[in-house]
């Protein structure tokens, strides 16, 4: 009897040893198969949210387009880079083309990433007799500051002294480009964002 006990116990902890056993496994992987789970629809969900960003700033680029293009780029007066040099709208009227950047939103990704081709576009421009500037319409300030002493532009940085300030309410684009004629005419009109520099490279392209 004392031997039927004993091993009905050794059986009963080998029983509940196992069990135990099996439920740590299925415990650890289904707590790596959540992990899984949950990375994946993270994924998705930044994939989401950059397909959805794109739509916002695709369709934003085709409003801008609409609303500029073939209109007359505003005329200015004494926008200053950090050296205090003064700049306007005459510089346009006196190049066969100018390509005016106009920073507005407050990442600056955009043209960081941008600047080589930007730099490369300077350079041809300038044997075509083209005008090149960047006008810094948002609210960091320090821009104009920061690419002068970085010395990694080629053409003049100014800040914008209020004209340019409605060109703002396009939440999701951080630079326009403007491809204007010699009578202030936009021509081309182009929105930059960090995710797609091929489309700037494109564009630049067909600048020159």
């Known amino acids: 009897m004392k031997n039927k006990l004993n091993l009905f116990l050794k059986n009963s902890f080998l029983a509940i040893a196992f069990g135990f056993i099996l439920f740590f496994v299925y415990s650890v992987y289904s707590f790596f198969n959540q ?3 949950n990375t994946e629809i993270i994924k998705l969900n930044n994939e989401f949210q950059k397909i959805n960003m794109s739509g916002n700033i695709i369709n934003s680029e085709l409003e801008i387009i609409k609303t500029f293009l073939r209109t007359k780029f505003p005329e200015f ?14 510089s346009i009227k006196h190049h066969k083309k100018s390509i005016i950047l106009l920073f507005i939103g407050e990442c600056g990704a955009c043209f960081d990433n ?6 490369e576009v300077y350079q041809k421009g300038s044997s075509q007799n083209y005008f090149m500037m960047a006008i810094n319409a948002s609210n960091q300030i320090d821009l104009v500051k920061k690419y002068f002493y970085e010395k990694s532009t080629l053409f003049p940085i100014v800040n914008d002294n209020g004209i340019f300030s409605n060109f ?3 939440p999701f684009v951080e630079m326009i480009t403007f491809v204007v004629q010699s009578n202030l005419m936009i021509e081309k009109v182009h929105i930059s964002w960090s995710q797609n520099i091929e489309h700037t490279k494109k564009f630049s392209n067909e600048i020159l």
């Open 35 to 37: 992990i899984k789970l």
């Open 168 to 170: 703002k309410r396009y």
């Open 114 to 119: 941008e600047i080589p081709i930007w730099n």
């Open 77 to 90: 007066n004494n926008l200053k880079n950090y050296s205090n040099l003064t700049f306007s709208s005459d």
